[in-house]
């Protein structure tokens, strides 16, 4: 169980530096209430998962390749300054009534997903980090403990989504209108700046494979 408790601790560690996901989930959950916020949080663990998989598969190989690296930094690149260019043209539209009935569940939880997949850091965090905890443990349990601590580092990942849901959902009941509007503005602006981040690491990437 303490073994269980430590892998779970794990991730809600890995989860909780600030990030283009956390960013966006926090500014959903202001503009939209908790249970948006909360399944845009599942949506981003399902990409997770979908890379855990990956990574238990061996797809680690292709992915770590010079170019594959380079599409998904400038395909990150374009869906966080999208996103954050939607954010701010959109600020103005932003008010507490129309913020829960916007968007459905399904369509908040699809964005989380979109985010979290396309986002190079969570690609590179599940290959480096859990690939490392996959070969250790791998290597001194059986195939049955492997999949337990990987639940438990995903149930990290949960409870941290839970907490930034409430978070957000208790911020909204004391802003205006005009306070939400400047939340979207300032978040569209840090989502452009991670976005702008990605497009120099893929260029720096890039460049030696063209010359």
């Known amino acids: 169980m303490s073994i269980f408790l430590s892998y779970m601790i794990l991730g809600l560690s890995l989860s909780a530096p600030v990030g283009p996901v956390n960013a966006a989930q926090l500014d959903k959950g202001i503009k939209k209430g908790f249970w ?7 949506g981003a663990v399902l990409a997770d998962i979908l890379y855990m998989v990956l990574v238990y598969l061996g797809v680690v190989h ?23 260019m939607e954010s701010i043209l959109n600020a103005n539209k932003v008010t507490i009534s129309q913020a829960s009935n916007e968007d459905t569940l399904w369509r ?44 438990a580092v995903i149930s990290g990942v949960v409870i941290w ?6 978070l957000g959902s208790i911020f909204r009941r004391y802003l205006s209108n005009k306070a939400l509007s400047l939340i979207s503005i300032l978040s569209g602006f840090s989502l452009i700046i991670f976005g702008v981040y990605f497009g120099i690491r893929a260029i720096t990437l890039l460049y030696p494979l063209l010359s």
Not at 36 to 42: C, K, R, S, V, Y
Not at 62 to 84: K, R
Not at 135 to 149: E, H, I, R
């Open 108 to 151: 908040s939880m699809f964005s989380g997903f979109l985010l979290s997949v396309s986002n190079p850091m969570t690609i590179l965090f599940w290959l480096g980090i859990y690939g490392s905890i996959l070969v250790k443990t791998a290597a001194d349990n059986s195939s049955g403990q492997l999949f337990l601590y990987s639940v």
């Open 161 to 166: 989504d839970l907490f930034m849901a409430s």
């Open 62 to 84: 292709f992915l770590n390749t010079p170019f594959m690296q380079t599409f998904l930094w400038l395909f990150g690149a374009f869906v966080l300054i999208y996103s954050g």
């Open 36 to 42: 948006h916020a909360w399944l845009f949080g599942i």
